[in-house]
């Protein structure tokens, strides 16, 4: 039994975070105050992006996004079917239509074949939305390079990957966030996230124009810039709504806890690592559990600890091992059911078996607890616990040929 329940994913909240959100509260600027605008530069500061715009979460970011780019009716956005489901239906949001494109097997990311694969015959794919599933970073460089031989507009769902951070042919270090090969990033401040804002999001970009409109769709459409006004203006009172926008704000309460957490983002990452290395060793003499691959150009943010295990060779089921683990105070958790395999989007017309190794990772995947507060006791508890259970469920036979 564990000592105390230990969850997948857990926030990193300390007195300093507390203090700075004191401080906003008694500020007197609960939201649309001077600290909305210290988070975005912080945060396109650290990624390196020219521009950087917090919204309500991450799926408020990714409607933005691809309502910002001109997706609309007729459109279609590629993704993975391994995400959350948000990447899919932010075509939906705007009246366009998601497909998919099947993973890699080694980094569980689309897989930029497969994107080739349905480009080409498919003229209505307007937009590309990788996902850097559990933090690591898809292949960008070669994606960019696809999407720019059809004219496709490229936005990284890197809601995982705050902190992560790739090499490219040329030897150069590109941050996740930087927008290096893409038009857009996406970044998540949910609280199992490298940082939190409680809930929270943010759109990166170097395009002075995609930010201008992003800023507008943001806030219900409306325009207070004078020099950007259509009529002639009224009076200092007056603004002008533009277009069909939203309200997507971040408060300056959970800004000021952005701000805060941000300074602490890369010990938070460096943790979260050292946790992957430990679950690795501690996996390395059992061959029915496959960890994820450390990849020597790729330095992942480690969101999620992804392991695959072989429960029909080993003649177990997956509900049985989440339930003996959770007896025993161990939540485990399953990243993701394939997007395409949901009651909606079979009503969509998407059937199983379209996408393989995406049904066959869901059928072995589960994620272990990582979060920089687990300490090395407790990973190790975890790791054992683990490979019990999974000793307790085998046949005699099962148990000496796994174990």
Same mark, same amino acid.
């Given at each position: 039994?564990?000592?105390?329940?230990?969850?997948?994913?857990?926030?990193?909240?300390?007195?300093?975070? *507390?203090?700075?959100?004191?401080? @906003?509260?008694?500020?007197?600027?609960?939201?649309?105050?001077?600290?909305?605008?210290? $988070?975005?530069?912080?945060?396109?500061?650290?990624?390196?992006?020219?521009?950087?715009?917090?919204?309500?979460?991450?799926? @408020?970011?990714?409607?933005?996004?691809?309502?910002?780019?001109?997706?609309?009716? %007729? /459109?279609?956005?590629?993704?993975?079917?391994?995400?959350?489901?948000?990447?899919?239906?932010?075509?939906?949001?705007?009246?366009?239509?998601?497909?998919?494109?099947?993973?890699?097997? /080694?980094?569980?990311?689309?897989?930029?074949?497969?994107?080739?694969?349905?480009?080409?015959?498919?003229?209505?794919?307007?937009?590309?939305?990788?996902?850097? $599933?559990?933090?690591?970073?898809?292949?960008?460089?070669?994606?960019?390079?696809?999407?720019?031989?059809? %004219?496709?507009?490229?936005?990284?769902?890197?809601?995982?990957?705050?902190?992560?951070?790739?090499?490219?042919?040329?030897?150069?270090?590109?941050?996740?966030?930087?927008?290096?090969?893409?038009?857009?990033?996406?970044?998540?401040?949910?609280?199992?996230?490298? *940082?939190?804002?409680?809930?929270?999001?943010?759109?990166?970009?170097?395009?002075?124009?995609?930010?201008?409109?992003?800023?507008?769709?943001?806030?219900?459409?409306?325009?207070?810039?004078?020099?950007? $006004?259509?009529?002639?203006?009224?009076?200092?009172?007056?603004?002008?709504?533009?277009?069909?926008? $939203?309200?997507?704000?971040?408060? /300056?309460?959970?800004? =000021?806890?952005? *701000?805060?957490?941000?300074?602490?983002?890369?010990?938070?990452?460096?943790?979260?690592?050292?946790?992957?290395?430990?679950? %690795?060793?501690?996996?390395?003499?059992?061959?029915?559990?496959?960890?994820?691959?450390?990849?020597?150009? =790729?330095?992942?943010?480690?969101?999620?600890?992804?392991?695959?295990?072989?429960?029909?060779?080993?003649?177990?089921?997956?509900?049985?091992?989440?339930?003996?683990?959770?007896? *025993? %105070?161990?939540?485990?958790?399953?990243?993701?059911?394939?997007?395409?395999?949901?009651?909606?989007?079979?009503?969509?017309?998407?059937?199983?078996?379209?996408?393989?190794?995406?049904?066959?990772?869901?059928?072995?995947?589960?994620?272990?607890?990582?979060?920089?507060?687990?300490?090395?006791?407790?990973?190790?508890?975890?790791?054992?616990?683990?490979?019990?259970?999974?000793?307790?469920?085998?046949?005699?036979?099962?148990?000496?040929?796994?174990?």
């Amino acid at each position: 039994m564990a000592k105390k329940a230990i969850f997948y994913g857990q926030q990193t909240i300390d007195e300093t975070d *507390i203090a700075a959100v004191v401080d @906003a509260i008694r500020s007197g600027m609960l939201t649309q105050g001077p600290l909305v605008e210290a $988070f975005e530069k912080a945060l396109a500061d650290y990624t390196g992006a020219k521009y950087a715009l917090v919204c309500s979460n991450g799926t @408020a970011a990714l409607h933005l996004a691809c309502k910002a780019i001109g997706l609309g009716e %007729g /459109d279609k956005a590629l993704t993975s079917p391994i995400t959350f489901l948000a990447s899919a239906n932010a075509a939906l949001y705007v009246g366009a239509i998601p497909e998919f494109a099947d993973i890699d097997s /080694d980094t569980f990311n689309i897989d930029p074949n497969e994107i080739e694969k349905k480009i080409k015959y498919n003229r209505a794919i307007k937009a590309l939305i990788p996902v850097h $599933f559990a933090g690591m970073p898809c292949e960008m460089e070669r994606i960019r390079a696809i999407a720019k031989s059809r %004219g496709l507009m490229v936005i990284e769902d890197a809601c995982h990957a705050l902190g992560a951070e790739w090499t490219d042919s040329e030897g150069r270090v590109n941050r996740v966030g930087s927008c290096s090969h893409s038009d857009l990033t996406i970044l998540s401040f949910h609280p199992v996230k490298s *940082i939190t804002t409680a809930e929270g999001g943010a759109i990166t970009t170097n395009n002075m124009d995609l930010y201008e409109r992003l800023k507008t769709l943001r806030s219900h459409g409306v325009v207070k810039d004078a020099s950007r $006004f259509k009529n002639a203006s009224q009076g200092p009172w007056y603004h002008e709504m533009q277009d069909l926008g $939203f309200n997507y704000r971040l408060s /300056d309460i959970q800004c =000021a806890l952005g *701000i805060s957490q941000i300074k602490k983002l890369d010990c938070f990452i460096e943790r979260r690592a050292r946790i992957a290395a430990l679950y %690795g060793r501690l996996f390395s003499k059992y061959p029915f559990i496959k960890t994820p691959i450390d990849f020597e150009n =790729a330095k992942s943010a480690w969101h999620l600890y992804p392991i695959g295990i072989d429960f029909d060779g080993l003649g177990i089921r997956k509900e049985e091992l989440f339930g003996l683990m959770s007896e *025993i %105070g161990i939540n485990l958790q399953v990243h993701y059911i394939p997007v395409h395999m949901q009651p909606y989007y079979r009503g969509l017309g998407f059937k199983a078996g379209r996408f393989p190794k995406a049904e066959k990772f869901y059928k072995e995947e589960v994620s272990l607890p990582i979060y920089p507060l687990l300490t090395d006791e407790e990973a190790g508890t975890v790791a054992e616990a683990l490979v019990s259970t999974i000793a307790c469920l085998c046949s005699p036979a099962q148990r000496a040929q796994a174990v």
